[in-house]
């Protein structure tokens, strides 16, 4: 078995102004970091509109379509922006999101890694925002629930920002289960523990600024990976932000890419005991462009290991 990385070059073409964070060289350099490793390419596949229509109402395709620009850029809010090529690159990394579960599923993989932009984990259900355009793991779940037919899905996202979009997009669904760490307070506000879903199923995980690995590990030790036995997912997918980063520029937390190599090393297993090693994995943020190298890296070279 092997892991599967899905990327696309259109996702190079969703342009940002001049010093905006989530810029092209963020996708060029995970590509770099990865070129020397053996995995199974994909190119991503443009997702189908009934796809995104899983989980977004057609007049958010309609204003995102209405919004783009023939040239320059259309600013959708304070750091959200469109180019001319960003509806392009945002079908691409739900295409890539959609083709992962079909290759993990389908077993012709054992796990995979989406690299794709613009990521996804701030779109809620009818606005995008907070430089994402599509929730593409929670669109990932919600192919694996109703297209392949799975009872239980997990979807972990570690990055240092709340993904209120993917809380928001599954915060009805009862089959799927939606684990997050995030630095609080911080941008976009969101992530209380007493905001758990209409049934129970999410579980926020806020961890105080300044602090670092070791309070990373006590809370997935005590709070995620329990929660992950007894919910039994089919299939785990990782919304993967490695702008906790301690070099990264955006937050304050100060885990070292050794953090993010454990934490993969553990959802790895975990899959491996409860869904057949089944992981799907997406990118999201990061922004200083060495650490966000070397922690996505880190991240598939423990796929890769969990994959032989």
């Not at 990976?225 to 937390?253: N, Q, T, V, Y």
Request: proline share 6%; aromatic share 6%; with cysteine.
């Amino acid at each position: 078995m092997t892991t599967a990385l899905i990327t696309h070059a259109d996702c190079l073409r969703h342009d940002t102004p001049e010093g905006h964070p989530e810029q092209v060289a963020r996708l060029e350099h995970v590509l770099h970091a990865l070129e020397t490793l053996d995995l199974k390419r994909v190119a991503a596949p443009m997702a189908a509109e009934d796809d995104v229509l899983r989980i977004h109402p057609v007049d958010h395709l309609r204003a995102l379509r209405s919004a783009r620009p023939i040239e320059g850029y259309a600013q959708i809010d304070g750091d959200t922006f469109l180019s001319p090529g960003s509806l392009d690159a945002a079908f691409r990394a739900a295409g890539a999101a959609v083709r992962a579960v079909d290759l993990v599923l389908t077993g012709e993989v054992q796990n995979a890694f989406a690299a794709i932009r613009p990521p996804g984990h701030h779109a809620e259900t009818e606005t995008a925002m907070g430089f994402c355009l599509f929730g593409n793991a929670a669109l990932a779940a919600k192919h694996a629930l109703d297209h392949h037919g799975l009872k239980r899905v997990a979807v972990v996202d570690f990055d240092v920002h709340h993904g209120n979009g993917t809380q928001d997009l599954l915060w009805d669904e009862p089959r799927a289960l939606f684990i997050t760490s995030q630095q609080m307070p911080l941008w976009p506000g969101s992530g209380r523990v007493d905001e758990d879903g209409a049934y129970g199923q999410i579980l926020n995980m806020p961890l105080a600024p300044d602090s670092a690995g070791p309070e990373m590990r006590t809370a997935y030790e005590g709070q995620a990976f329990p929660r992950l036995r007894a919910f039994k997912p089919e299939l785990i997918i990782i919304s993967a932000g490695f702008d906790a980063h301690r070099d990264d520029p955006l937050a304050s937390l100060n885990w070292s890419t050794t953090d993010f190599a454990w934490l993969t090393a553990e959802l790895c297993a975990l899959a491996e005991e409860l869904c057949q090693g089944r992981i799907v994995s997406t990118l999201e943020g990061g922004y200083d462009l060495n650490a966000l190298a070397q922690a996505t890296r880190a991240h598939v070279e423990e796929l890769i290991k969990a994959a032989t």
